[in-house]
């Protein structure tokens, strides 16, 4: 298990998996231990879904709309407006 210290560190970790080294284990202080599996990437899979599936694809539509004409709010947003108790059972 490898200790992360940084967002650099975590990345280089990530970009060093592959095909044969697709799960790995880390510690990230003040976090914790993760695994990580990295997954095939299949990139014809979300144009053959959305060809396949017209909610998805209409999804996809509108969130290109609402992307261009700014009706969007960032991740750092959206984390600021959740709290744990959102996850409470």
Known sequence: MEK???????Y???????K????THIYIPGKGTFKILL???????ILSE???DSGFRQMIKDSRVAYTTGDR?????????ISPTDFAK
């Open 39 to 45: 997954q095939e990437e299949d990139s014809l899979s």
């Open 12 to 18: 280089e970790h990530i970009r060093k998996m592959s």
């Open 73 to 81: 709010i960032t991740t750092e947003q959206f984390l600021a407006t």
């Open 50 to 52: 959305a060809e396949s």
């Open 20 to 23: 044969t080294n697709s799960v």
């Open 4 to 10: 992360i210290q940084s967002g650099n560190e975590l």
